[in-house]
């Protein structure tokens, strides 16, 4: 799962002081000066529709003026629209080589674009030309970290708070990765430190995510009083009532906590889009697609070296990748974009959506999906022979993974339906699963989830373990035991003490999987009768 | 506030009626005189009308328009893509052109009411339908949309005699019996409501709409069967929004029936959330409204509108679900006095205003002089004259009348102002229990309900200050305390002379079409306050109407 907070869009560092950026705009007509202003304050409002509009008027007078480029290409980021941004930016800097500013903007639309290496590369040249400028730095650690490259990320958010001590999503960025590294303690007090200041509010959600750490009684009168004060602003009532929700059980005060959680989940969810019963009829496409195993050229063992985690959020899907990584031949992966990739470009080469290709695939088609895939993913094995894949949508596409990679093994980890939905419910995710905001969208996701399974297990049965959370705790040895043998791994008592194991984590379970497994983490029963609307569209009643 | 019409804004029902011509005659040719390849078109056009598929509807359109673009028939599925796009009035017009060459063609009539129903005409749908009742008089389907269409524009005792046609042709037609049911219920022929629906649901356990109808008769417990059923509903997969919203506030009240006051509020919750969905709202925006009006009424206006002009109006409003309907069935049972229940008039007055000045309500109000305000009045009282036709004076409970008391002082003088207060609490809760017609937006989010009370009772504190004596409030709960105190207190006001029958309002014969339209037709209850049943759910509702205060609890 995505860490909270960490996906949001860059914003893009559109300049700093008025002076130095009218220095840009020198050699331009007054006319096309005013255009080019009235496009940078509209960047600066995120307005990319103003934006596009002043560089329309714009565009003939200064079209080829690298200013002119530099504010298209943000624009064509903020507009989801990155591949253009980096063409844009790439001739914009070819006018002005070494401009940090340019530099910096390239980065962030490579980042945006998933190429975090040449995005790192890009934003490490505009910190060795303007070494002061905090937002270099900041994007430098925001590449570095979708890179996987926590620790150097850590050091870039720590030079973009020695540039700029007041950067509140620097500050915060710097806890994240405290946080990752298991450092809980120092992670929670950086996010403490900032708690107050403009633009902080998602360090409360950071507190609340940290689910070892309880608020104290003046944070949570400080969220009481911020969630119902008229001032606040939507998103952050959101993010408010998130945490306060939090503070409320913490409390053992479900019946506030579960009005506060249902307000907040109402609001987000009419700020994203989810229609529950187009999703339900894709599922149904992939179950008719795949009644029949397509032939394959793949050999049968291509991909055992992959262990693909399939799971709802919130599941145990963190908890299972640090058992296994806690094996000397297992690297954790985590949620990897690879096989989502690799199918979205196939859909685009095809013209058509996944799974509607499929029937068409070539046995030589499969083959070149599960090698690029493996390709792809090749730095996952340096050091050790196996790793895992937990992306979230794989349990979507168990059958064009099997005939990819006939050899790789799927683990699917289950959880009781009421506490899966209800962990969801009381999480608010940076960005994706939007079917998380309705108990009742919920319970069909977690029904369409359930019936591909079921579907998946009576395909592929030898390659698909269902590892059901509530039995791993009640019998943690037996359980890994069996996980262990079923991914054809020696049994390795690590394993069992995988809360020692020095590995980062980037999902909201980071802070969970430092400590042993806890039997008490089942929370439907303390929100009772509450639960009767989720029970009831589950089925579970 | 009207009641949620959850079967009337379904589209127009049009079963069976693709080869009517009229009666006794046989099916006509719809392709007549189209060449093979035009009449190919023809039907992947009007296949892909029939699943809604309006990108490809078009696709195909240029080609068949080509070859026959005149034809009555291509004429009428270019007005079925229309429709789909939502140009209601583009397809109203080529159905006009469609028929007539083909007068006779009664399925064009039902697409014609139902364009014309969309595009807000109402009145020109309901004579559509009529035509082609009259050409297909074997049907139901023409009968059921000739009584939805009446019973939106509140013509009920019509709407009802039509539904009674409907189902006469078809005792099975479940909309049309759910309708009738809803237009009894206006009616005030509640237990006959009640056996309409329990039919219903007799043949079809499985309707979220009949249960929902029955739920709003408020009257009437459901029992523990009635929970299970309605559970059954409430967790089928894949129930289309609107009856999931219907299950959720039907069962929601099934459990409150049941005392199980938690899982009530949670299945509440995701019905007004699910509903909330699919209406707009911007809390913040309508407070500033009401800060603009609070600011332009600063000064009371200088009007030329003579001290007792309006004095035939009662003005009552509230928030909705405060007793408006309760007191507009109190003072109608006096013989003096109308119920007109809620009327646009007032609203579209002053809308038609900003539209002459160009400018909103009320950034115009310092403009408009002594003279213009006495007109606005006249126009008021000109437009209203039909409900003084039987008795000397007339209620108006819109809603929204409580933002318009500055205005209406300058316009009215002499009209009576009430205002209906109850427990804030109380008040947003009963909101929060109802799903009302589409256009209330701010009912269905606690901290909007919130938030809106909080605005309501900021702007009545300030026309109390400014018009001191002109504003009567009537408090629900003091109300149901004494009744008859608070009775007499509110005729005096009202210049009316003391009636017995004001007291035995719950007898008193006419059509009501709010959420309390049963509740109405009994005499007072105490026990509506119901908010200390839901414990500790409710502080955060408590402390948003605080505005943040802490230590609540």
């Not at chain 2, 004579?127 to 059921?144: I, S, T, Y």
């Not at chain 2, 699919?278 to 600011?295: E, K, N």
Request: hydrophobic fraction near 40%; glycine fraction near 6%; aromatic fraction near 8%.
């Amino acid at each position: 799962m995505s860490t909270p907070g960490t996906e949001l869009p860059a914003r893009p560092a559109a300049g700093d002081a008025p002076a130095q950026l009218d220095q840009r705009l020198s050699g331009l007509p007054a006319r096309a000066q005013r255009q080019l202003r009235e496009a940078r304050q509209a960047l600066e409002m995120r307005n990319a529709r103003q934006a596009d509009a002043a560089l329309e008027r714009a565009a003939e007078a200064a079209g080829a003026h690298p200013e002119y480029l530099r504010l298209f290409g943000i624009t064509r980021h903020l507009q989801g629209r990155p591949a253009e941004a980096v063409a844009a930016l790439r001739r914009a800097l070819d006018k002005v080589p070494g401009d940090a500013l340019t530099l910096t903007n390239l980065g962030t639309a490579l980042r945006a674009a998933g190429d975090f290496e040449a995005a790192v590369v890009a934003l490490r040249r505009a910190c060795d030309v303007a070494p002061d400028l905090a937002a270099g730095w900041y994007n430098l650690g925001r590449a570095l970290g979708s890179a996987g490259r926590t620790g150097e990320a850590h050091e870039a958010y720590e030079q973009a708070l020695r540039c700029d001590p007041t950067h509140v999503n620097a500050r915060i960025s710097y806890a994240d990765t405290l946080r990752i590294f298991g450092r809980i303690d120092e992670a929670t007090a950086a996010y403490r430190a900032v708690l107050g200041k403009p633009g902080a509010i998602q360090a409360w959600l950071r507190i609340a995510n940290m689910q070892t750490v309880k608020f104290t009684a003046a944070e949570t009168a400080e969220l009481e009083r911020l969630f119902v004060a008229p001032t606040t602003s939507e998103n952050d009532r959101v993010v408010v009532g998130f945490a306060l929700a939090k503070a409320f059980e913490d409390l053992g005060r479900h019946a506030e906590a579960f009005t506060v959680l249902s307000t907040a989940n109402a609001i987000k969810r009419r700020h994203v889009q989810w229609d529950a019963q187009q999703f339900s009829q894709r599922i149904d496409a992939i179950m008719k697609t795949f009644a029949r195993a397509p032939a394959t050229a793949s050999p049968p063992e291509l991909g055992r070296e992959v262990i693909f985690i399939v799971s709802l959020p919130r599941s145990g899907s963190t908890l299972t990748e640090q058992i296994l990584a806690s094996h000397p031949d297992v690297e954790g992966g985590n949620e990897l974009p690879d096989l989502g990739n690799v199918l979205d470009e196939e859909s685009k080469r095809t013209g058509l959506e996944f799974p509607d290709w499929v029937p068409q695939a070539t046995p030589e088609d499969w083959r070149r999906l599960g090698e690029s895939y493996l390709e792809r993913t090749a730095r996952f094995r340096r050091d050790r022979g196996r790793f895992t894949d937990k992306a979230l949508s794989n349990w979507r596409v168990v059958g064009a993974a099997m005939a990819m990679l006939p050899g790789a093994r799927f683990v699917n980890c289950r959880r009781d339906p009421v506490e899966t939905c209800l962990s969801c419910f009381r999480q608010v995710f940076t960005r994706g699963q939007a079917f998380t905001y309705d108990l009742q969208d919920l319970a069909a996701y977690w029904r369409d989830y359930d019936r591909l399974m079921r579907f998946w297990n009576a395909r592929y049965p030898h390659a698909v373990r269902d590892q059901v959370y509530e039995k791993l705790v009640e019998d943690p040895e037996g359980e890994v035991r069996a996980l262990l043998a079923f991914c054809g791994l020696e049994f390795d008592p690590a394993c069992l003490r995988f809360y020692e194991t020095p590995r980062n984590v980037r999902t909201i379970s980071a802070a969970q999987v430092r400590e042993p497994l806890r039997r008490d983490t089942a929370r439907a029963p303390l929100y009772r009768e509450l639960l009767t609307p989720l029970r009831l569209a589950l089925g579970v009643r | 506030m009207k009641e949620h019409a959850t079967a009337a804004s379904a589209a127009a029902d049009a079963d069976g009626m693709e080869s009517a011509r009229s009666a006794g005659q046989p099916p006509f040719d719809r392709a007549e005189g189209l060449s093979p390849s035009a009449r190919k078109l023809l039907a992947d056009v009007v296949e892909c009308a029939r699943l809604r598929r309006a990108d490809q509807a078009e696709q195909i359109l240029p080609a068949l328009m080509a070859l026959a673009p005149a034809h009555p028939e291509v004429l009428r599925v270019r007005a079925l893509v229309a429709h789909l796009r939502a140009r209601y009035h583009e397809a109203a017009s080529l159905l006009k052109r469609a028929l007539e060459e083909r007068p006779f063609d009664a399925l064009g009539w039902n697409n014609l009411g139902s364009a014309l129903a969309e595009a807000g005409d109402l009145e020109g749908a309901v004579v559509a339908f009529r035509k082609c009742a009259e050409l297909a008089p074997q049907r139901a389907a023409p009968w059921f949309n000739i009584g939805n269409a009446l019973d939106m524009i509140g013509r009920i005792d019509e709407a009802h005699d039509a539904l009674r046609e409907a189902l006469k042709r078809d005792p099975n037609h479940v909309s049309a019996r759910v309708t009738l049911a809803r237009v009894l219920q206006f009616m005030g022929r509640i237990a006959e409501s009640e056996t309409e629906y329990r039919r219903v649901l007799g043949a079809h356990p499985e309707s979220a709409l009949a249960w929902y109808g029955l739920s709003t008769l408020r009257t009437s417990r459901f029992s523990e069967d009635d929970v299970r059923a309605i559970e059954r509903v409430y967790g089928r997969p894949n129930l289309a929004s609107e009856e999931r919203i219907g299950a959720g506030f039907a069962l929601a009240k099934a459990l409150e029936d049941q005392h199980r006051y938690t899982e009530g509020f949670a299945v509440l919750t995701a019905a007004n959330s699910a509903k909330r969905r699919l209406l707009h709202w911007d809390a913040r925006l309508f407070s500033q409204y009401i800060d603009s009006i609070a600011g332009a009424f600063a000064q009371a206006p200088a009007s030329a509108a003579p001290p007792d002009h309006g004095r035939e109006v009662v003005f009552v409003f509230g928030l909705p679900r405060s007793g408006t309907t309760l007191v507009e069935q109190i003072l109608a049972a006096h013989p003096e006095v109308s119920g007109a229940n809620e009327l646009e008039d007032l609203n579209r007055i002053l809308a038609e205003e900003s539209r002459r000045r160009g400018s909103p309500f009320p950034a115009w109000v310092h403009q408009a002089d002594p003279s213009e305000w006495k007109r606005l009045g006249d126009l008021y009282l000109e437009r209203t004259a039909a409900w003084r036709k039987d008795r000397p004076i007339f209620t108006d409970k819109a809603l929204s009348n409580w933002g318009y008391v500055g205005a209406l002082r300058a316009m009215l003088p002499g009209a009576k102002l009430i205002n209906c207060r109850r427990d804030p609490v109380e008040n947003c809760l009963a909101c929060f229990r109802q799903s009302f017609a589409k256009e209330l937006g701010f009912t269905y989010d606690l901290a909007e309900i919130a938030s809106f009370w909080r605005d309501y009772d900021r702007l009545v504190k300030i026309w109390h200050q400014r018009y001191p004596g002109q504003v009567h409030d009537v408090v629900h709960e003091r109300l149901i305390a004494d009744p008859e105190g608070e009775i007499r207190a509110l005729l005096a006001f009202c210049g009316l002379p003391f009636d017995p029958s004001v007291l035995s309002f719950h007898e008193a014969e006419r059509n009501v079409r709010t959420a309390s339209a049963a509740q109405v037709r009994q005499p007072l209850r105490a026990d509506t306050a119901r908010a200390g049943r839901y414990g500790a759910l409710l502080d955060p509702l408590r402390a948003m109407l605080a505005q943040g205060a802490l230590g609540i609890r």
